[in-house]
């Protein structure tokens, strides 16, 4: 097959049975692209938009029509990344870097600040804004806040028990039993509670669920 011939114009993207590349208007996107197709055969195109989107679309002969969007990752967008593997090239790691203002003019649309997000180490929550309809589940927060970890409030009381002898703790409650040196039945002991959670589940220095650690990177360009 020789080389192509300067696009023709079209005012739509060529149809079926088009062959060579083509330019159209701002009716369909300023749209760029070639139209493959063989005598008798199918007729395969693929084209690009003014917002640099690529579409391709293929022609059977039988009478079937494909068509696709093939959209990438956005400049500015995150994405997980789960390997020990180089990071790819076009993005960086979420670590809170700066990066250059004047080499990433794309990106700094997207950070203002010139810096990343730092996302190491934190688990992510979907914003729940009252200017995007708020749900109340996290009322009040701002995007890319970082919320501390926190539980619901555990209460409740013994009163004022009078007792002879100790044993009385189980579960997360462990009891410590003193006595008072008085006649038995004149309620002369007292008793000592304790609350320690990590004699039932599991504890540490934070909440957290089951989890699984990752890699989050943002493409730059």
């Avoid at 794309?106 to 979907?126: C, H, M, T, V, Y």
């Avoid at 109340?136 to 539980?151: E, F, K, M, V, W």
């Avoid at 008085?182 to 007292?190: I, K, P, Q, Y």
């Avoid at 089951?210 to 360009?221: E, L, P």
Wanted: glycine letters at 14%; charged letters at 20%; one cysteine or more.
């Amino acid at each position: 097959m020789g080389a192509y011939s300067r696009g023709a114009y079209q005012d739509k993207i060529p149809r079926e049975k088009y062959h060579g590349p083509f330019s159209c208007g701002q009716d369909v996107g300023w749209a760029k692209g070639i139209s493959v197709y063989v005598g008798g055969g199918d007729t395969g195109q693929i084209w690009v938009d003014e917002r640099a989107v690529l579409h391709t679309r293929f022609f059977n002969s039988n009478g079937v029509v494909e068509q696709q969007r093939i959209v990438g990752v956005p400049i500015g967008a995150t994405i997980e990344w789960q390997s020990n593997a180089r990071i790819p090239d076009g993005f960086m790691l979420n670590d809170g870097r700066a990066f250059d203002r004047y080499q990433y003019q794309e990106l700094l649309k997207i950070f203002p600040s010139g810096q990343l997000p730092d996302d190491r180490g934190l688990f992510k929550r979907a914003l729940d804004s009252s200017d995007r309809g708020s749900r109340n589940y996290d009322p009040g927060r701002q995007l890319g806040t970082i919320q501390s970890d926190a539980i619901r409030n555990i209460t409740g009381n013994f009163g004022s028990p009078t007792i002879e002898r100790g044993g009385y703790g189980s579960g997360a409650f462990t009891s410590t039993f003193s006595d008072g040196g008085r006649s038995a039945g004149t309620g002369g002991g007292s008793i000592a509670f304790k609350f320690d959670a990590s004699r039932v589940v599991p504890t540490a220095n934070e909440n957290r669920p089951v989890n699984k650690s990752v890699i989050y990177i943002t493409r730059v360009f």
